[in-house]
């Protein structure tokens, strides 16, 4: 352990503790050149006595965070590594811990709010890293927050972990008692994103009555100990502390959402909209009787026709919410994303007036929305699932639908229609395709001697490689639909992202077809990723031709 005054790395000199834990000690460092203080963090290389914890050594800890880039995460400086230990040299943050803050009693509904926005932002980073990272520890001690009291910094990810898909049992008994989620002590479940929104929403309760989950009076209402706090902000925490994952926002950007929006869901706002409604309507009658329609009825109407909307729209009732107003997007998403696979299997017509919608970016996003969860959660094959999605890739993609071909003479260049910098038009044109190598392929099938597709491979080997170019270099850009993609998926937990589903979609159309390629085996082998998801499909499809 380092002492008071002693020297690491030959610069940086130890002037105090600022804290310690059970894995490491955090001590106040002055760079003795460049005369700039750092905390330094020390933790043995394989801290002992955690051999039941899945998660981070110090050394991987060290590495991860430098490679995060986030305003509310300290910044990592420099990494020593002498023998069995290692500093890890990161931006001293002035301020205090948020333990601090619950300890001088409840904050403000406003404080709280504010800081809880900034770590849901912070966690949905870390949520949206390939692969994630869960932070599993979320407690007042383990933020900072600024002399500002405006800004907060997340400290100690000691037992964040890499998300693995199926890999139950690897979480059992971390985190903090009180704050940590109860599938972090069940050894059949995995913790997720959810179980970071759940340890967040006991931090802000936590905040809000100035109370930790050790005192009794934790568990009253938390109104007892601050007034200030609304209804609707309580309702927001006990959706993100329910006991079943299930029941909680299911994304910190989704918390994030309702922490913003909490005063809709007061009771007494509730009231005031409805007397609102009941005035408008009162109005309504008078002008009627006093024959001032056409001044006042159309404004009036409409007024009554939106809150009709809203509470249509609360209450789940989508279809009425279309036929009220078709132009709107929130209907049809509220439909899509609380729909089971067998209705996304076969969607009602009413869907289908989303491309009604006026904004055209709106319109789009719904298209793109609606397609992804047809293709990733109907209960059908890949191909129908595929073809039910396409109706909805039609009205979006960056290529005319109809020229998409792959007969020889109908010469299709895909590259054309992937110079678009809209990702979803350009996805929406590489799916119609592979549609089209399903179509192809099954009438090959049916037909051996046919003259069709099938001596067409150049080019289509030639447009799967352009697919293929396209993917690499727009992998970036791909990840901004991340979150949209993870939260349509609830089937492949193969798939971490829109790049790895476009990658094992094209791994899929060539070994479903593996017969159709087979006279260009070569070529089409060239057209998986070295470095993706599929390699298994690969080595399936060399093994199967």
Not at 19 to 42: C, F, I, N, P, T
Not at 153 to 179: C, E, H, M
Not at 393 to 421: C, H, M, W
Request: proline share 4%.
């Amino acid at each position: 352990m380092a002492g008071i005054g002693s020297i690491i790395d030959g610069k940086y000199e130890i002037l105090t503790e600022l804290g310690h834990g059970g894995m490491s000690v955090v001590y106040l460092a002055m760079d003795r050149r460049l005369k700039k203080q750092w905390a330094v963090k020390e933790a043995k290389k394989k801290p002992p006595g955690q051999s039941n914890i899945v998660g981070l050594t110090p050394v991987s800890e060290a590495e991860m965070l430098t490679k995060l880039n986030h305003p509310n995460i300290v910044r990592i400086v420099d990494i020593v590594d002498q023998n069995d230990t290692i500093y890890i040299i990161e931006d001293f943050v002035e301020g205090k811990s948020l333990a601090e803050e619950v300890k001088h009693g409840p904050s403000t509904p406003e404080d709280v709010v504010l800081w809880g926005s900034q770590l849901c932002d912070v966690l949905e980073y870390l949520h949206t890293q390939s692969p994630k990272i869960i932070y599993r520890d979320m407690k007042p001690a383990n933020v900072q927050l600024l002399p500002d009291r405006q800004q907060i910094k997340l400290l100690d990810f000691g037992i964040a972990k890499k998300y693995k898909p199926q890999n139950v049992g690897d979480t059992t008994n971390v985190g903090t008692r009180g704050y940590a989620a109860p599938e972090q002590f069940d050894a059949k479940v995995q913790s997720d994103a959810r179980t970071d929104v759940y340890s967040l929403g006991i931090t802000l309760r936590s905040l809000l009555m100035g109370k930790t989950p050790y005192d009794v009076e934790f568990y009253d209402d938390i109104r007892k100990q601050n007034p200030a706090v609304t209804d609707g902000l309580i309702k927001v925490l006990n959706k993100a502390t329910a006991q079943n994952p299930a029941n909680r926002y299911q994304s910190a950007a989704d918390f994030k959402y309702a922490l913003q929006h909490y005063h809709d869901r007061d009771e007494a706002v509730i009231r005031i909209r409805q007397r609102k409604l009941n005035a408008f309507r009162g109005l309504i009658a008078a002008a009627i009787s006093f024959f001032m329609i056409g001044a006042i009825l159309m404004p009036l109407s409409f007024v009554v026709r939106n809150h009709d909307y809203q509470d249509k729209l609360s209450s789940g009732k989508y279809e009425e919410c279309i036929a009220i107003d078709p132009t709107r997007a929130d209907a049809y998403q509220g439909y899509v994303e609380s729909a089971s696979a067998n209705q996304l299997a076969t969607l009602p017509d009413y869907i289908g007036q989303y491309t009604q919608i006026k904004d055209t970016e709106d319109r789009n996003a719904v298209g793109f929305e609606i397609a992804l969860r047809v293709e990733l959660n109907s209960n059908l094959d890949k191909k129908d699932a595929l073809d039910n999605a396409c109706k909805y890739y039609r009205s979006f993609a960056s290529t005319d639908p109809d020229s998409i071909r792959i007969l020889p003479n109908q010469p299709f260049d895909i590259k054309n229609g992937l110079e678009s910098v809209d990702i979803p038009a350009s996805i929406a044109t590489i799916k119609l395709y592979y549609a089209q190598i399903y179509q192809a392929a099954a009438n090959y099938s049916n037909d051996p001697d046919a003259n069709g597709a099938a001596k067409n491979l150049d080019e289509v080997m030639k447009n799967l490689q352009t697919i293929r170019s396209f993917l690499e270099e727009n992998k970036d850009q791909l990840a901004a639909y991340d979150a949209l993609y993870n939260s349509a998926n609830t089937s492949d937990a193969e798939c971490q992202g829109i790049y790895d589903f476009m990658v094992k979609s094209q791994a899929n159309c060539l070994i479903d077809n593996k017969a159709y390629f087979l006279p260009k085996r070569a070529a089409a082998l060239q057209c998986f990723f070295d470095d993706s998801i599929s390699q298994k499909a690969k080595q399936n499809f060399k093994e199967n031709t």
